[in-house]
């Protein structure tokens, strides 16, 4: 197994619609949305390897905005 290196990420890089605000103590970071939500926490992994790439009230609103809800009828 190799051994990689921890990823440091610098305030202001964008990934998707988040942006980079600073590490937090867990080795999180804490990053803003451009819809203006401000505590995404996230991991460096899941920014480079784009598993989160927005924040959790986008999600939900591009789950309705595709019509991807469930309704009884």
């Known amino acids: 197994m190799m051994n ?3 990823l440091d ?3 202001g890089e964008r990934f998707g619609s988040l942006t980079v ?3 937090l103590p ?3 970071y804490r990053c803003g949305c ?3 939500y401000s505590d ?6 899941a920014l480079m390897r784009g598993r989160v790439k927005f924040c959790r ?11 991807n809800t469930k309704e009884k009828i």
């Open 57 to 67: 009230r986008c999600a939900k609103d591009r789950v309705s905005a595709k019509g």
């Open 34 to 36: 451009i819809c203006g």
């Open 40 to 45: 995404v926490k996230v991991r460096a992994n």
């Open 9 to 11: 990420l610098r305030h």
């Open 21 to 23: 605000l600073r590490k």
């Open 4 to 6: 990689l290196a921890p």
């Open 26 to 28: 867990s080795g999180k």
